[in-house]
Structures are given as C-alpha cells and as structure tokens.
C-alpha cells in the first residue's frame, strides 16, 4: 500500500454499483457527510452517474452543492435503489489491458480525483481489487476504498453488509403477513415463498424472524447451503400436512438437485449475466408443481421479487445508520492513508448489539462467496437454528421516521 | 324488510369471509367496539371462526371480552388477513336448499342471535342477500348487515370498499419503489408488473399513483376493462423504448384478448373455484415472453402477490379510520332498524376529501362488479386519467403508527 500517513490533498469520486438495495443512498449520504468534514482536504466530491461505465462516458456530476443540505440527505437516505444509477461494468485484467486503466486515470487526473469511493457487492469490490493492483504500477496517487453494499450479505471480512438488513426485515415483515393471510382458511394448502439469493441464504434464512416474536414461521426453509432433496421435501411437506392446514415454506431461488443443476434452472437455463452467473428463476413454481403432482393438495408460490431490495418504506434503522457510518468511515480511512481496502464491520455484541467499523484488504475478499454457516442450518438441512435467528434479528430493528408525500415516501432526485 | 324501528334485544355474531385484506380486522374492531357502545340491547358478541362455515360446525367464540380492552382493539387494527378466519363457503339458494337455512337458524336460536354482520366482498354479500332472502319467510327475528371488505373495489353501491384503499397504497408506494430501482441502469429493459384484479382494473389503475408525487409513473396501464391486443401492446413498448431506457408497465392479472380469453389462461386454464371463478396466473409472464421473442431486449415480470391484500405494516390510516367506521355503524344501523341492507359509502368531496355512510339494500349489490368508468381511462385504452388519480388519491393518505416488536409488526391472535 502506498502513500500511507502522508496527507493527499485533491477531489474525491464516488460511485455506486451493481443490483439496488434500500440502503445504498445511505451510504452515498456517508460518504457526502464524510467528504463534508474533510473538506479543507478533499474540497470537492463528484459523483459518477451509473458508474464507472458511465464515469467512462464522461457522464460526472458536483455532489458538493449536498454538503449542508441536511434535509436533502435525509431524503436521500430514505429513498431505495441507487441514486446515482448503476452498472454491471466487469472492468479487465489490469495486466491484460493496461489501456483500459490508462485511459481511466487520465481522466482521474482531468479531475483531480485522489480519492475513490466505490459502494457496491463482490463484483464492484472486483473493480476496487484491479484499480488498486493497477495504481500500485503507476505514478498517480489516488486512495481506492470498497464500501460493500449488497442484499445477499455474501461478502467476506465483515459480519455483514449495507443493505441486508433492511432486504431481511422486509422479508421477516412479509413472511410474517403472509403466515397470517395463509391462516385464515382451513382448507389444506401450500404456500411457497422464493426469495433472492443465488449462492447464499442469508436472506431465505431471515424467513425465520417472525418466530422470535410470536412463535409463528415457516414450516421449512430451505438454503442453497444444502443439496435440495426432492423426495425429502415431499415427505417434509406431507409431514407438516399431517399437523394443520397451512404449509409455509421459504425457498432460496438458489436451491439445487444433488447434480448440481438449478431447481428452477428449467425456466431459463443458458442465459448468463456478464459475470457469467446464470439467471434464475422459477424455483417457487417448481416445487409448486411437485406438490400439485404428488400431493394433489391446493399449492400456490409467490417470489417476493424486487421489493426485497427496494422496499425502502420498511428499511431497517438500524441498517440505514450503519450504512452513513460506514459511507463516513470510508472517506475517514482513506483520508488517513488507507487504500485498497473495504470498509468491513466487526460485531462484538449481539445481545445487546454492538459492532466496530474496520478494514480490510479489498483483494482478499473480491470474488468470494461468504455462506450460511453451519451452526445456522439445522441437522435435516430444512430449517435454521436459534444462533442463526440471534445473529439476524438486531440487524432488522427500528423504523426511520418516514416522509410521506400524499400517501407515497418521498424520493430525492438529482 | 321485517323489524323496522322496533327495539330487538338479543345477541350479535359476526364472521369475516371472503379473501384477506389489511383493514378487514379494523371493520371488525369497528363492530366489536360499536356492540360495546349498544351493550343494553346487544349484551354479547359471538364472533364465527372461518366464516359461516365455521359456524356451521359450532366454531365460535365470545368476543365481549375485548370490549374495553383498548390496546387489543388497537393491536387487531393493525394486523392484516380476517383474525377470526374466513371461508368461501357458496350457500345454496334458500327455496331450494330451505333445510340448510333451517339448520342454520337453528344454531341462531341456540345463541339468541338476533343480530347478524359479515363482513365480506361480492360473495359474502350474495350470502347476506339469501339469509335475508330466507329469514322473510319465518318467523325468526334477526337482522342482518352486510360490512364490506374488498380490496377488488368493485362493489356496487359504494364509492370504495374497506381494504382497497390499504391495498391501493401498497401498490403505489411498491409500484414507486419499483420505477426507482428500473431507473438504475441505462441498458434498455421493460419490466411488467403484473396485479390482482380479475375483473376490475382498480387495484392496477393505482399503480398510476406515484405520478401524483413527482411525476414519474408507468408508462402503460392496462386494465381489464379494456380488450388487450397484442400487436397495440407491442407498438407502446417500442415507442416507450425510444423515449427513454426503462419502461415499467403495469397490467391486471385480468385482461383479456379480443376472444375473451384471459392472457393469462395458458397456465391454470380449467381449474376454477368454488363460486366458478378461473384461477388465473401469469399474464405478466406471458408478456415478459412476448416482449423477448418480438423486441429481444432484457425484459422481466413480477407480480405483486399476496401483499396486496395482507401488506398491513403499509396499511392506509385513511382506510383503516374508515374501516372502523363502518363496522361501528353497521351496528347502529341495525339496532336502528336496518336489515338486508350492506352499509355504503358515498363520497361528497374529494378535495377536501369528505364522505358519508349510509346503506343500500343488498339485493342490489350482491353477484354484480363494479369497473372502472370510461372517464377514468385514457382513450388508447393504455392508462388512466386525472380524474382516476383524483378519485385514488386520498383513499391511501395517512400511515398509522404501527407498534413493532424487534423490528417486525406486532400482530392479534385470538
């Protein structure tokens, strides 16, 4: 790591990056409040709208005119899906393509950009990891932070991330609406629930929540943690049937057969993002047709599809919070020298909760997959355990203050 | 109508029925606490568990406990799907079925009903036209009232329905987030949201809400009130794709080609249930499918689901105020004198917001469905109008102060 202590004075640069969630405002907002207090330091803070792919198009706007307008970044924080706009930019090997980075710090400097700030999931701390090893071949000083964000809650070094918590109480909250609409009836009847999470289940698991607070969840949740089993799910469900009416049960959209194959991979199997992850869809429905076949009973799935990183009405406090502490983090550890790293969270308490905010370097966590332990997941893999619903629930508690406009949050708009 | 004006002593049940909703334990907290205010003549209150089918098998319980309990009445208003359970029990035509009803009124008798409110939508109204349809023919005193309860809105007779206004909020303020998060990238892309409503447009024509805050809303609404033609559908999109890179169309569930068939038939066609209704699903993935095979660019669908009707931690205050209401004065109607009748609402300004209840005879309301006028859709048959907007607008104002526990809602449990 370069320039370590030695005070770098120029512009900063942040941006935002793959899929929305309801907290990544927040941390764009951190990082406003964060620059604000550096500012005889870092006096200006561009934005990059969409990203670095648009940053590339020259597409660049003065996030300053923020600094002291406490009720535009209250707003911001309460509104989902990043403001700035977002991209799903794979940046090259540095090594293959060092034009590629050339042309990207040439326009760095047209700016002076020495700081840079990159909110975003696995595949945005990929882009920090190239830009750090590139800047380690070059002359230009400039500080590269990762600050995570992402719903999965998939990234390592860090007990969780920005935006899990609020996507995991709008979860819990919907389970818990759902367990009580599933009632209502006497009639025998499955309800499957799908819920995001391609290789891990932090957010299939936070189904379980609504237990801790009335004794009511699902029957079964299955992770993408464990092989799905299609003969112990019937025998699962037929078990259940066997003790009331409504069957509930969560799914990851993530779950696979024993062979590794999707079980909603019929759907549209072939297709692949640009980070060559397949899409998915259609676990929920599925498994609803193998109850209909094999158990003949009234079935129906729902996915809770994009809400679960939207759904900024329901956002978490204590996500939000920590989401500007880790946007103004960010800006303080570089300021004080640190770069290639991501800002990552330590808890040192669950009951009561507390954590510290830390670093770490961003290239040991780029590219890897932090799953479900575990001590989380029961023994017949078709539920998660009381440690699990304890590490979880502090990260869903509180409610922000909303700003209602005529019935609708208010949204801030640049 | 039979009992006019004549003092009737004697006890009351009520049952829910029907599909869920968020404001239909507020109409019943309305009940419970307008018996409490007419205790001299109604001593009790029997509520039926699973509707009339519940009470059929002797299902019931006492609710005059919770009379006073004002915490409990509270928690019951903020809680979604009928708390006392619910069915959709059809019940036969009283000249030909007449020893059902005798059965019926026989249970009555047990418990010296001499007041009955179920509160319900279409379907539960067509039960309340036969019950007083038969109760003309004996001798058995008991007045019975219709409290209604769709979040459909499309009962005749009534300027809105108890739970709508609860769901239409959710639907604005989820079809809001929704435009938020399809704004992020500026690869072209179309999502459609797909909607509950099977004959009336309502719930989907409040997708349109969010332009009333800042402007921005879908770019298509199709109802079912209009025939849906593919080809015109194809030709919006692709003049939507030139303007700007994220179009956000929403469609009812119910819409129809030129042939009467649903576009979703394809993939529940035949099943229907027990009041002859066709289950449907998947509009919105028939067209996600139409939009990849005819314009080839990224497209997805997503329904709203089962929130719609259960999403209570969004509940409109506006709706729930008015759901408690009214359950209040299908009681005072009664006692009054009221019988066969559903309790209604008339609205006498919409800015300021003002309205009236009354009732009407449910001859006149059961088994029809009220559409969405001509003057609330646009002339291409794509969107609503401004007056549609105007006549939503203030049935999803106000957000109640919902208590939560660790960060979920709290919620009643009989």
Redesign the interface.
Known sequence: MKNQNKRLIGNALVG?SGG?TAAINATLSGVIRGVAEARETVPTLYGMR?GI??FLSGDVIDLSKYFDDEKALSLLEQ????AL????KKLPDPSKDPDFFRDLVKRFEELNIRYFFYIGGNDSMDTVAKLTAYLETVSYEMRVIGVPKTIDNDLVGTDHTPGFGSAA?YI???V???L??C????VPAVTIIEIMGRDAGWLTASAA??M???GIGPDYIYLPERTFDREAFLSDVREALKKHPNVVIAISEGIRFADGEYVGAGSQSGAKDVFGHKYLAGAGKVLESIVREEIGCKVRS??????Q??????A?ATDLDESVAIGRRAVSLAVDGISGHMVTVERTSSEPYALTIGSSAVGAIANQIRSVPSEFINERGNHVTEACIRYL?PL????RQ?V????????F?F
Chains 1, 2 share one sequence.
Request: net charge negative.
């Open positions: 935002q929305p969409y792919e648009g509104t989902p899906a990043a706009g977002s991209c799903r109480k819990a909250v919907t818990s609406e759902y009580r609409d009632a209502v009836y006497r929540l609504p801790a607070i009335d729902a996915e809770l599809s994009l809400s990183r939207c759904a900024a009405h329901l978490s629930l869903i508690e509180g409610e909303i209602y406009d005529r019935g609708i949050p208010k949204h708009h």
